[in-house]
């Protein structure tokens, strides 16, 4: 818990400044549309997040991590499937590169954050918190409502 | 004068009436409403025409039947003659003056006409019982020509019986529009397209027998192949013991055959072909694989041997694709040889008995290029062309 | 109603020329729309298979999973392979097929079955299983066996599954093939649909396959 409590303060505090700092522009920014959380099956133990990613930054920039306080890890999958499922696997480092202006989509059967070791089980009504690591932008925080999809 | 003619049965009964003298048609006597005036003649307007006569009047008694209590029977009756067309459908009535006196006795006894309409050529009923008819007597033709004009004018000829103005229809026949004929004639066509469809089968489809099995077998050169690999390609699956010899030559010509025709004569488009066969023993080792690909001819071009422990094999071959075979106590194997034909989305759509005939190749090709074409059309508009082929066609 | 004249004889080629083609027109729409099979959003199997046997596999209960009890209800069994611990995909297709079945009539959702069989039964333990698939639909069922009785069942159905690296402390994911599968009250494995359906189309076929 505590940990978990520092991090997310620091995690806001740093987000804050590298936001101020790093983007001058007053209109620079990322964005997050359309998000939720999916709501978990009782004993499931990993989650997913969906929503469209905008970098409206000014330029182009990488998305290098993302993480929660509500999960031990997350990363960001791909479900790869053709007709068929072959599975999920880390996205490609050029999938998660957005050129300025360019967005994001994380959907149901697509590309989506994955939370592995949910803390407690994410019910509808309740909030996530999510940070995406941008190389250039820093940490970028969002507050996805959990919805039962 | 006694209606001695069955008035109460002939009173529904339609006919014609047979001439009494001989001067044309018979009299009837019709009811006055139904009568349009024509001034001064007397005769035909419409239908009917003429005024009562005076003395006609005087003939009817209040023992008349139709006479009734309140009515005005002059208002009622009127005497005439009809003429009917052969078919009953429609009559030319001839109102006559006193001429027909000493009939009206008997016509008046009972005889009334219902008209139903104001037109020439629509149908009536004629209701009578003047002597001289018969019930069941077959209704006698007349003739005439139809007149449009209602005052009686018509730029047709006169019939001498009838005299001029009441003309009468008779070749009507049933007229189908021309609109419905073409109609007809589209949807004939239509339906013939559709026999001609199926009878000779533009669109071919090999049938979707069942469902492929999943399976994750060890491969010649090490590594795991999965049937999720196959997905998007189409596999043509043979099944053979790793170390079958000469008895396995033809199956194996057969397909190296058909790789390499399939290879060159058929276009695949974006559709990828490959050939995997299964080993029927249990399988360790890639070596087992490799040396079997190579006896064989395989060699890895686009031509695979897959194996697994026994168990496995059981349930995907003997099981998932159905095919026979037996493991002896000394290691041999009985099986029944044979093709399988599965495409990229994991159904089974050939399943092919080995023969040891030279053509095995040649239908196997076929076969492909059918799904190939299949797979290329099927998406899209052509998807309910190829659905329906697969509801509706025989198979090749 | 002869005409006298030349002057009116191309009136009802006027007429009756456009009337025809309109009737051409619609009469084969209609006849194309009586005759055309419905196309379903997944792909139908016209064999005659029975769908393979599932009695080594039991129901939360113990019971062993009797497709035919299902055929005796004329119900149609939608079956489809995944885990309690998938994020995305699982979840994803559960709900669309919730929807989907919430979409149909009365009837029609009492002969729909849903059964889920878990492809990771070292952790899908039955209760937790039938837990998980509750929580989509409180009609759902869930199945589960040996590792060696799954693999042979998920074969036959053509679904091919590989557990991912990890332990049960550190999670693991498991791929596996994401079809679901549609078992017609005749017991025949009839449509295959692929993962990511949309429930509406999901219905539609679903209420074709009823009837």
Redesign the interface.
């Known amino acids: 818990m505590n940990k978990a409590r520092r991090r997310l303060i620091a995690g806001f505090a740093a987000g804050m400044l590298l936001v101020v700092g790093a983007c001058s522009s007053e209109t620079s920014e990322i964005t997050i549309a359309d998000s939720w959380a999916?709501a978990t099956?009782?004993?499931?133990?990993?989650?997913?997040f969906y929503g469209v990613v905008t970098n409206l930054s000014g330029e182009s920039d990488q998305l290098v991590g993302v993480s929660s306080p509500q999960c031990?890890m997350a990363q960001i999958?791909e479900?790869t499937?053709s007709?068929?499922?072959?599975?999920?696997a880390p996205a490609g480092a050029d999938l998660l590169s957005l050129n300025d202006g360019e967005k994001l989509t994380l959907e149901?059967?697509g590309l989506?954050v994955?939370?592995?070791?949910v803390s407690e089980p994410l019910v509808e009504g309740a909030d996530v918190q999510v940070e995406f690591k941008f190389e250039k932008m820093g940490s970028v925080e969002f507050v996805l409502p959990v919805q039962?999809? | 004068m006694n209606a001695e003619s069955g008035v109460g049965k002939d009173l529904l009964s339609a006919c014609t009436l047979d001439p009494v003298d001989g001067t044309g048609a018979d009299q009837v006597a019709v009811r006055r409403d139904d009568i349009s005036t024509t001034a001064g003649s007397g005769f035909g307007g419409g239908r009917l025409g003429g005024p009562v006569d005076d003395e006609l009047r005087a003939l009817l008694d209040t023992d008349s039947p139709l006479n009734r209590p309140g009515d005005d029977p002059l208002d009622k009756i009127a005497v005439g003659s009809v003429a009917i067309a052969d078919d009953d459908s429609s009559g030319v009535f001839e109102v006559g003056g006193v001429d027909s006196i000493d009939r009206v006795g008997t016509a008046q006894s009972g005889v009334v006409v219902t008209t139903d309409s104001q037109r020439a050529g629509q149908s009536r009923e004629i209701q009578h019982g003047t002597e001289g008819h018969r019930p069941g007597d077959p209704p006698k033709p007349l003739h005439g020509r139809e007149a449009t004009d209602p005052t009686g004018s018509s730029a047709g000829p006169k019939d001498p019986l009838l005299g001029d103005g009441l003309q009468l229809d008779t070749d009507e026949r049933l007229v189908i529009?021309?609109?419905v004929k073409?109609?007809g004639g589209?949807?004939v066509a239509?339906i013939a397209a559709?026999m001609a469809f199926a009878i000779f089968e533009p669109i071919q489809v090999l049938?979707?027998?069942?469902?492929?099995?999943?399976?994750?077998l060890l491969a010649q050169d090490g590594s795991t192949v999965?049937?999720?690999s196959a997905r998007g390609v189409i596999t043509l699956y043979s099944f053979a013991p790793s170390h079958c010899g000469d008895e396995c030559g033809d199956m194996n010509l057969t397909m190296a055959e058909v790789r390499d025709r399939v290879g060159a004569e058929i276009d695949l488009g974006e559709v990828d072909f490959q050939l995997v066969t299964i080993a029927l023993d249990p399988i360790t080792t890639p070596e087992q694989l490799a040396v079997a690909a190579e006896r064989s001819g395989a060699q890895g071009r686009s031509w695979t041997w897959l194996g697994g422990e026994e168990?496995e094999i059981r349930?995907?071959v003997g099981?998932?694709f159905g095919r026979f075979f037996e493991t002896e106590d000394d290691g041999s194997i009985r099986y029944d040889p044979g093709f399988i034909l599965v495409d990229g989305?994991?159904?089974?759509r050939g399943n092919y008995r080995y023969q040891t005939l030279a053509d095995d190749a040649e239908k196997l090709v076929q076969h492909v290029d059918i799904l190939a074409e299949e797979i290329r059309y099927a998406d899209g508009p052509g998807?309910?062309a190829y659905?329906?082929a697969?509801?509706f066609l025989c198979y090749p | 109603m002869k005409s006298s004249g030349d002057s009116k004889r191309w009136l009802?080629?006027l007429?009756?020329?456009p009337?025809?083609?309109v009737?051409?027109v619609v009469?084969?729409q209609a006849?194309v729309s009586v005759?055309?099979?419905h196309?379903y959003s997944g792909?139908?199997?016209?064999?005659d298979?029975p769908a393979?046997t599932m009695e080594d596999l039991q129901f939360v209960s113990g019971d062993a999973v009797d497709l035919g009890s299902f055929d005796d209800s004329d119900a149609v069994v939608l079956v489809f392979f995944g885990y309690?611990?998938?994020?995305?995909?699982c979840?994803?297709t559960l709900?669309a097929v919730s929807k989907a079945r919430n979409q149909l009539s009365e009837q029609d959702q009492e002969r729909t079955q849903v059964l889920m069989v878990s492809v990771d039964p070292e952790r899908d333990k039955p209760d937790?299983l039938q837990?998980?698939?509750e929580?989509?639909d409180p009609s759902f069922l869930s199945a589960g066996g040996s590792e060696?009785q799954i693999?042979?069942v998920?074969?036959?159905?053509?679904?091919?599954?590989?557990l991912?690296e990890g332990t049960v402390e550190e999670?693991y994911?498991?791929?596996?093939?994401?079809?679901l599968?549609g078992i017609g009250s005749d017991g025949v494995?009839r449509v295959?649909w692929?993962?990511?359906i949309d429930a509406a189309a999901l219905a539609d076929d679903l209420e074709e396959l009823l009837s």
């Open positions: 999916r099956p009782p004993g499931a133990e990993s989650a997913a031990e999958h479900t499937h007709d068929g499922v072959a599975g999920m149901p059967g989506h994955m939370c592995m070791g039962a999809g | 529009p021309r609109w073409l109609g589209i949807l239509v559709a049938p979707r027998f069942s469902i492929a099995p999943g399976y994750s999965n049937s999720e168990n349930t995907i099981d998932g989305n994991g159904m089974i998807a309910v659905e329906a697969h509801l | 009802p080629y007429i009756g020329v009337v025809a083609i009737l051409a009469g084969s006849i005759l055309r099979p196309i792909t139908v199997i016209r064999g298979t393979p309690t611990n998938c994020p995305d995909i979840p994803t709900s937790r837990e998980y698939v929580f989509f060696d693999a042979r998920a074969s036959l159905y053509g679904v091919h599954y590989e991912g999670g994911l498991v791929d596996h093939t994401a079809t599968l494995l295959v692929p993962p990511d």
